[in-house]
């Protein structure tokens, strides 16, 4: 629905506010009559502080005009004469209104249709119940934007008053001089004889005495002229400083949280032109205030008149110096940040920005940024200012950069794409505190001046918080120190402390982002996954999500004890899933064909029900990376019992050899997938395709896995003599009765806890190679004389 529609619907503060927006400047008429052609220009592709685009400003100027005048001419009847005069006189109007300055009137409609939108919206959420949530990131904007039109305003107010007072104090030295000039007569007159000089004295007399009033009268004007002057200033600087917080303070540093949290596998931080473009708006505003302060002391030392002023336009002047510095400082940031685990002798990138350097001109002279790594501890010192004697905790080579300007997109980046941490200095570690537990962070300095080296900056930045490593083996426990910290830093700490405990759900959050961005996949943790962990994180066995809602998971649960009975921790455990199904179980994953989070006796439970060939896939408990298949079948050595058995966990060395899809092709008594589906509807399309046939006379071996237990002569497709590489099965025997109990056994694979030993069997990745070496014929089919 047209904007002119919905905004002729408002009612109340709304309607007068939209009333308000008319005038002389631009008649209410126009707006309704031009309705259509007005909301359909693209009035906000014209940069209004781009002179160069006057010239687009004044054809929609001329198309407005033309606009009215076709208007009018079709207006027929005794109102349509009247009305017709009325849009011929506003076409005139706006014409010598906005002929010398066209852009002015781009400004004023884009601020009408700002406003009007904005109203409308207002009324829109009021009246539809949780409208204003859906839309408040747009109200907000809409607020900022308009918080700038009013600076605008406002500095433009300044700007004119400025001009006032100094064409006023410019008049007032003029009349001062003829004063001085009067005197200089009266003191010449001794000179003259006496009749001259009662002839002369008393005209000059009276014209000194009405000069000096005059100036009396007007000192206290300007005295006041330049008392509200400031008092605009001072207002203009509030609104300003307000707007700068909310820029500076709110936006940029969610940008920055929603940046951290994207090392956690959040979503994407988003972009920094919306951000960069109101902070160049800022360092607009602030410049020209800044340089109307300075030209109002200027005219104060010119024209020095007793007052209050002098001490005012001091404390402006420190306030608008505090407010840019405060601006240039808080932007200058790191767009990319450096990896969060950093591994020495290992290249690594960088970049940092400086939102307001196009603006302000920094390009001009391009600064240097210089990188090195600190300590907390340094970081610590750095931000209370202590001296800190330029400490580094490291040497980074290539850690120096020079600023370049992208005139495409205005922006003012230095791009770090080779630097390398050559060594590292670490400190006293704290208590039961690891390596992996000690975080550090790359510096970024630069120094520069702006406006003529009026104003000098030494701008310095902070990367969010780094753990170097020597080795690949430190990844899994440095990225815990990373997710615990980007999970759970509040805006502001000082570096880098971080809660050591949590509630149980935020760190189901937290963990739940990672493996959605590890599998790439909409598919999270569901609540039964979350349960499942929280009983492996608390050794709990209870299935009751609210019972977990209030429950706490300190740093030390979560990597530094082991879990009970086991030689790794909740993360390691965690981590080792993610890795497994990231690099090779993804599809699967996000097909759902694994359900992953269940325990042995849970899928016991489950496969009891189902008949025999039901399998599922399950992580081990056991095994850091590993995956395991259950199933349900008869005993061999049992007639009518039916049991639940547990290949030994599969690991990546495994599926690096054979996939998952293709193992459980081979395995022929693994019929559906839990609850119901057949196995190859779910894995054929994974599977991998038939050998081709003999090539210059040999053929290529096949490997394949058997459990032999449940080897059967269907197995054998090709040749009655083919022998297969196996692959132990563990089998995890339970009576459809009593479930955990496990029927004795004789056979030799089988150890302690009833499962097939994978050393005492042939195992596919330890023997491949060497099978392959000595060839057997009753491992070839058909095989050839080589």
């Known amino acids: 629905m047209a904007v002119w529609i919905q905004a002729q619907q408002l009612q109340g503060e709304a309607l007068h506010q939209m009333q308000s927006l008319y005038g002389h400047h631009f008649p209410i008429e126009v707006r309704h009559y031009l309705s259509q052609w007005i909301e359909s220009q693209t009035w906000d592709s014209i940069d209004l502080e781009n002179p160069q685009e006057e010239f687009r400003a004044k054809r929609l100027l001329e198309s407005l005009v033309q606009e009215l005048q076709n208007k009018a001419e079709h207006q027929v009847g005794e109102d349509g004469f009247l009305l017709k005069i009325k849009l011929g006189h506003y076409a005139s109007q706006l014409k010598s209104t906005y002929d010398r300055c066209p852009l002015e009137l781009v400004r004023c409609i884009k601020h009408i249709l700002y406003t009007e939108q904005r109203l409308v919206r207002e009324a829109t959420d009021s009246s539809s119940p949780g409208g204003g949530l859906l839309d408040s990131m747009s109200q907000k904007h809409l607020q900022i934007n308009q918080s700038f039109e009013e600076l605008r305003m406002m500095t433009q107010d300044t700007e004119n008053d400025l001009r006032k007072l100094q064409h006023n104090q410019e008049y007032f030295i003029i009349q001062y001089q003829e004063s001085l000039r009067i005197q200089a007569q009266l003191s010449s007159l001794t000179t003259l004889p006496p009749a001259d000089r009662l002839l002369r004295e008393p005209a000059l007399q009276t014209k000194r005495a009405t000069v000096e009033a005059w100036l009396t009268r007007e000192a206290n004007t300007l005295q006041k002229y330049r008392l509200d002057l400031a008092e605009k200033h001072q207002k203009t600087l509030q609104l300003l400083h307000k707007q700068q917080t909310i820029i500076l303070d709110d936006e940029l540093i969610q940008w920055k949280r929603r940046q951290q949290l994207s090392g956690n596998g959040g979503p994407p931080e988003g972009g920094l032109d919306v951000v960069q473009s109101w902070c160049e708006k800022l360092a607009e505003i602030n410049w020209q205030n800044r340089q109307q302060i300075r030209r109002a002391e200027h005219l104060r030392q010119q024209l020095p008149i007793p007052g209050p002023i002098e001490e005012l336009l001091t404390d402006l002047n420190k306030q608008i110096t505090d407010i840019i510095s405060a601006l240039v400082t808080s932007t200058f940031i790191i767009e990319k940040q450096p990896p969060q685990v950093l591994k020495t002798q290992t290249k690594f990138a960088a970049t940092v920005r400086l939102l307001v350097g196009g603006k302000l001109n920094v390009h001009m002279n391009p600064p240097q940024v210089k990188a090195t790594i600190i300590s907390e501890q340094q970081a610590k010192a750095l931000l209370k200012k202590e001296n800190t004697r330029n400490d580094s905790s490291g040497e980074i080579l290539n850690n120096n950069c020079v600023m370049e300007y992208h005139q495409a997109t205005g922006t003012l980046s230095a791009h770090f794409r080779n630097m390398s941490l050559k060594r590292i200095k670490r400190s006293d570690r ?357």
């Open 430 to 786: 704290r208590g039961a505190e690891s390596v992996t537990e000690e975080k550090f962070t790359i510096l970024f300095e630069s120094q520069f001046s702006v406006g003529g080296n009026e104003l000098m900056f030494q701008v310095k930045t902070l990367s969010l918080p780094v753990v170097v490593i020597v080795h690949g083996s430190q990844d899994n426990n440095a990225t815990a120190t990373v997710l615990w910290d980007n999970a759970f830093a509040e805006p502001g700490r000082v570096p880098f402390s971080v809660p050591d405990k949590v509630l149980w759900p935020q760190l189901c959050e937290a963990l739940n982002m990672k493996f959605k961005a590890e599998m790439q996949s909409s598919r999270g943790l569901s609540e039964e996954n979350l349960v499942f962990l929280a009983q492996k994180a608390f050794s709990s066995s209870s299935i009751n999500p609210e019972e977990y809602r209030s429950m706490t998971m300190t740093w030390s649960q979560f990597n530094r004890e082991s879990l009970p009975g086991r030689n790794f921790t909740f993360w390691q455990w965690f981590d080792g899933v993610m890795e497994l199904t990231k690099k090779h179980l993804k599809p699967h994953w996000n097909d759902g064909a694994i359900l992953g989070f269940v325990n042995k006796q849970q899928a016991q439970d489950m496969l009891m029900s189902k008949p025999n060939g039901t399998f599922l896939l399950r992580f081990s408990d056991s095994e850091i990376g590993g995956i395991t298949i259950a199933w349900v079948a008869e005993n061999p050595n049992k007639a009518g019992e039916r049991l639940v058995w547990n290949l030994m966990p599969y690991t990546t060395k495994d599926f690096s050899i054979r996939s998952l899809a293709d193992r459980i092709s081979d395995l022929n008594h693994l019929l559906f997938l839990y609850p119901d589906r057949p196995k190859d509807e779910v894995f054929s399309k994974y599977y991998t395709p038939p050998l081709s046939k003999a090539v210059d006379g040999y053929v290529k071996p096949q490997i394949k896995q058997v459990v032999p237990e449940f080897a059967t002569a269907s197995s054998d497709s090709a040749s009655g003599n083919q022998t297969y590489m196996d692959h132990a099965s563990s089998p995890a025997v339970s009576h459809s009765h009593t479930y955990g109990m496990y029927p004795p056994s004789a056979d030799s694979m089988l150890d302690g806890d009833g499962d097939f030993d994978l050393d005492d069997t042939m195992d596919v990745a330890r023997h491949v190679e060497e099978l392959l070496r000595r060839p057997m014929e009753s491992q070839w089919i058909g095989s050839n004389q080589s």
